[in-house]
């Protein structure tokens, strides 16, 4: 198992307004082709950042995944949606520990 964590700061004050749309419109797409482990909004270092951790079976998997989501109509059209709300944005792949409860 892999986990991908993927940070996006948004325009400052418009986090609660990138949530909403991201659930509303983005959340039943992507998760068509991964597993939201969580989301959490930023209280220290960069501010107005939100952080979703996606799990994934392995490497092969979260590409396969992500060459399915970048074929889906649906999340090309939400994309233009979410980019006016996008100062930056990050990716991390994390293993698990042995001893994780997520191993």
Not at 5 to 27: D, I
Not at 83 to 95: A, R, T, W
Request: proline share 6%; aromatic share 14%; with cysteine.
């Amino acid at each position: 198992m892999i986990y991908e964590m993927r940070t996006y700061q948004v325009q400052p004050g418009k986090a609660g307004e990138f949530l909403k749309m991201y659930q509303s419109n983005g959340l039943p797409i992507i998760s068509k082709y991964a597993r939201l482990v969580g989301c959490w909004i930023k209280e220290s270092g960069v501010l107005n950042s939100t952080v979703f951790i996606w799990a994934y079976d392995d490497f092969g998997h979260r590409t396969s995944q992500r060459v399915k989501l970048m074929q889906d109509v649906e999340w090309t059209a939400f994309v233009p949606q979410m980019l006016p709300y996008l100062v930056h944005q990050e990716s991390v792949f994390m293993s698990p520990a042995v001893f994780s409860p997520l191993n």
